[in-house]
């Protein structure tokens, strides 16, 4: 199986392929350790953002003119694609990670490991710096076996600080909804396996609202709308995915009954945006500009002693549609 390094046209900003013949996965060490691109059957699967990286995978804005780091959202480079935080998000103090952006965990420059088993399966571990301001290390580990449309993530928290600290594992998966606007919910939606029928958390509603019926066979369906909004799901069950008419990229995880989960217990959550005219002032100026939706997926928060580390671990799967 292909493991390549890709000339992204910027010295800073060297990308990472893996590519089984049936999925292409892109990774960025060198800006928070994200997973930049999901490619299969010649669909693209996860939104970036295209003032920075173009279709191919070049570099549009050089590193070195992106926005200074003032500590809002509007000096934020959201690249896209999916990186891990910890949470919870929060701006009163320890405890609460007050990002994006942030230089270290966001932004940070990520050492990345590679290595190759007997069967063909590839692995890439992406490293972040030291945080002190959070207490973490950040280690994202991914394996692609050699064949499939499938591929696996652990994540490792661990603390690097000399006193006990807690944090949720905080996965955050940035995928286009442009195809999706304002079909219907059987074209293109949001899915949400859910135990039962709890209401959803209200996590900022912006502009418009999100709305959507009731759970039907254990699944909650929102179709993609015109809105700037966040809900958090308490009953959700393990699957989060996204699905239009060229497939559907699904994260499955393990929750944990009776466990302490960060935003009111929200075991994954959905931001949903679409293009505003003018930047959004409870949002610190963060200025939506494209359709897209984030998959978040939160692990129980783990209280990690001195030298100690948690981990989580997601699947991943994109299941192309037939034309």
Not at 15 to 20: F, T
Request: glycine content about 10%.
């Amino acid at each position: 199986m292909p493991l390549s390094v890709i000339d992204s046209g910027d010295s800073e900003l060297e990308l990472l392929g893996a590519d089984n013949g049936s999925i292409a996965l892109t990774f960025l060490p060198a800006a928070g350790g994200r997973l930049i691109s999901v490619f299969a059957d010649g669909h693209e699967y996860l939104w970036r953002n295209p003032a920075f990286f173009d279709r191919s995978l070049k570099v549009v804005q050089a590193r070195s003119t992106w926005p200074t780091d003032d500590g809002t959202f509007a000096t934020w480079a959201n690249l896209g694609g999916s990186k891990t935080w910890p949470a919870p998000q929060g701006w009163n103090g320890a405890g609460e990670w007050p990002g994006p952006p942030d230089p270290i965990l966001d932004g940070g420059d990520w050492r990345a490991d590679t290595s190759r088993d007997r069967s063909g399966a590839i692995s890439i571990r992406m490293t972040s710096p030291d945080d002190a301001r959070s207490g973490l290390r950040i280690e994202r580990a991914f394996l692609i076996p050699a064949t499939g449309h499938a591929f696996h993530q652990t994540t490792r928290f661990t603390n690097v600080s000399d006193t006990e600290i807690s944090w949720s594992i905080w996965e955050v998966c940035q995928v286009d909804t442009s195809d999706g606007q304002g079909k219907p919910a059987k074209v293109a939606a949001i899915e949400i396996d859910v135990e039962d029928a709890s209401p959803l958390i209200d996590l900022g509603t912006y502009r418009g609202s999100l709305t959507g019926g009731a759970p039907r066979d254990g699944r909650f369906t929102l179709p993609i709308q015109d809105a700037v909004a966040k809900l958090g799901f308490a009953s959700a069950s393990g699957r989060i995915a996204y699905r239009d008419p060229s497939g559907t990229l699904a994260i499955t995880f393990e929750p944990v009954p009776g466990a302490d989960y960060p935003d009111g217990g929200s075991r994954a959550e959905i931001w949903m945006q679409s293009p505003q005219v003018d930047p959004i002032e409870e949002l610190s100026g963060l200025h939506p500009d494209a359709y897209l939706a984030e998959l978040e997926v939160l692990s129980p928060r783990f209280t990690i002693a001195a030298g100690e580390f948690a981990e989580y671990k997601l699947d991943w799967t994109v299941t192309p549609h037939l034309q």
